[in-house]
């Protein structure tokens, strides 16, 4: 059962436009959600998250949007910009599971922004 | 550069075999989480540590284990390895009450 999910495997966007990034998940329980950053052959790098009290945190060129009626959340980049062109996964923490921090990711989508 | 270290960064073994993932936390952070990344799939959760103690479990299979030692560095061992194994595996780390956990660059295991 795929509690967060990302139904976009990929985007393409030019350079300068606006990047929408989605998400849905399914626990009504969680209460936190982040989105990571990865390019290949490394790790994710955390980028920017959001408390399930809060509908919108801005961070930079990043802004996140939480709908938690819709359990939906995005992820927008503005400007967008080649070198965001990587792997995006949006993540769940929480769920009911006790004193953990794990991560519940979604599968990912892969952004290309072209010049 | 996260400060999570993961070693060794490629490993390539035979069916049937046994391995040894080895992380190194952030300095400080007492939580390792160790990931599975299939292709094509997100990061599966597999296992919480919390300065030695097992925290919280996800879809890891029996043929795998895991252990944080004195020091909060962690080993993941996986035996009778099969070819659906291969797989990146990530360890991350935070400290106690942080949500946002470091990922370490990952070891891309091939089984053969």
């Known amino acids: 059962d795929q509690q967060v999910k990302q139904n976009s495997p990929s985007l393409s966007v030019q350079e300068g436009r606006i990047s929408i990034l989605n998400c849905d998940y399914t626990?009504?329980?969680?209460?936190?959600f982040l989105w990571y950053k990865k390019y290949p052959a490394e790790g994710p790098t955390f980028l920017i998250s959001i408390s399930s009290i809060k509908d919108k945190n801005e961070d930079g060129r990043f802004t996140v949007f939480l709908n938690k009626s819709a359990k939906h959340l995005s992820l927008h980049i503005v400007p967008s910009q080649p070198g965001d062109s990587a792997v995006y996964f949006c993540?769940?923490?929480?769920?009911?599971?006790?004193?953990?921090?794990?991560?519940?990711f979604g599968t990912g989508t892969l952004l290309a922004v072209q010049p | 550069d996260s400060g999570v270290t993961q070693t060794p960064k490629h490993l390539i073994t035979a069916t049937g075999q046994r391995v040894t993932l080895r992380c190194s936390p952030r300095?400080?952070?007492?939580?390792v989480y160790w990931y599975q990344q299939s292709l094509d799939q997100g990061l599966q959760f597999l296992i919480q540590?919390?300065?030695?103690?097992?925290?919280a479990k996800g879809n890891i299979l029996e043929r795998f284990s895991a252990q944080q030692f004195p020091d909060l560095h962690s080993e993941l061992n996986l035996s009778s390895l099969e070819l659906g194994d291969s797989a990146l595996y990530f360890c991350a780390s935070s400290e106690q009450a942080d949500i946002q956990a470091f990922f370490g660059q990952g070891t891309r295991l091939t089984v053969v």
């Open positions: 626990n009504s329980m969680f209460d936190y």
């Open positions: 993540a769940a923490s929480g769920g009911g599971g006790g004193a953990t921090n794990k991560l519940i």
């Open positions: 300095s400080g952070d007492l939580s």
């Open positions: 540590y919390y300065n030695g103690e097992e925290r």
